[in-house]
């Protein structure tokens, strides 16, 4: 299946939005174009490079089997994935953000206050741990999306999610009570890229991150529309 061009995964969401900007920046134009709506390789402008759309959940094996040359992926599913292996890392500087815990106004995170918390989170590993490091012993509820639903329906004590601008849970009337970790976007290249492939990954990155800033222009737009 390898093709001379550098694979480059990418979840969807906004990962994808911050990647495209990043890259857009450094004259390469990552938007997808109709004929490539449902591709599950999509040409960029750069003609050694093919963008693949993919879910972040499914980046580890992407890179552990090789598919992907490059993967950008957020902090907080690298911290989450237990067994991630890869070559090198770079990061992005982009998608700041924090994985906190959430609650009720008024809620605390204490073992004094719940001893045995139930915790509503994407992120089961990151949130067993740092409640454990509370003295707390969790119960703890894995979810898919729309996490901050299982405090608004009393189906969970906290929520352990990412908050970005903060929207959402003023938007639902919640509290961010502790902040995890903070986080960002981080460029992965698969450790089965070596030799030449390995270097144009890269020359890649490093023309996209160590580029001077006034050296740095919007890309050409794309000969058709682009839709995503
Ligand atoms: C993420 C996260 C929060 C929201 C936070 O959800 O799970 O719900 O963004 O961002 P904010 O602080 O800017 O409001 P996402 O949009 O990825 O959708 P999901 O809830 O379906 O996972």
């Not at 480059?8 to 134009?29: A, H, Q, S, Y």
């Not at 815990?101 to 995170?109: K, N, R, S, Y």
């Amino acid at each position: 299946m390898k093709t001379d061009k550098l694979i480059l995964g990418v979840p969807k969401g906004r990962v994808m939005n911050d990647t495209r900007r990043l890259f857009n920046r450094c004259g390469i134009d990552l938007s997808i174009s109709r004929k490539d709506e449902r591709a599950i390789f999509a040409d960029t402008s750069r003609a050694d490079l093919t963008l693949c759309p993919v879910r972040s959940s499914d980046i580890p094996l992407l890179l552990e089997e090789g598919v992907l040359d490059i993967a950008v992926l957020g902090g907080d599913v690298i911290a989450e994935a237990a067994n991630l292996s890869f070559g090198s890392k770079r990061d992005l500087d982009i998608c700041k953000c924090r994985l906190s815990v959430i609650g009720l106004p008024g809620a605390f995170v204490s073992r004094t206050y719940i001893r045995r918390p139930r915790v509503a989170t994407k992120y089961p590993r990151i949130a067993r741990e740092y409640f454990e490091r509370q003295g707390c012993a969790p119960d703890i509820v894995k979810m898919y999306g729309s996490v901050e639903l299982a405090l608004l329906a009393g189906m969970a004590h906290f929520v352990v999610d990412i908050v970005d601008t903060g929207a959402t849970i003023a938007r639902n009337n919640l509290r961010e009570l502790e902040v995890i970790q903070k986080t960002g976007a981080i460029a992965l290249i698969s450790h089965r890229t070596t030799g030449a492939r390995r270097q144009r990954c890269h020359d890649l990155l490093s023309h996209i991150l160590d580029a001077p800033h006034s050296l740095r222009r919007s890309a050409p737009a794309m000969s058709e529309e682009a839709i995503l």
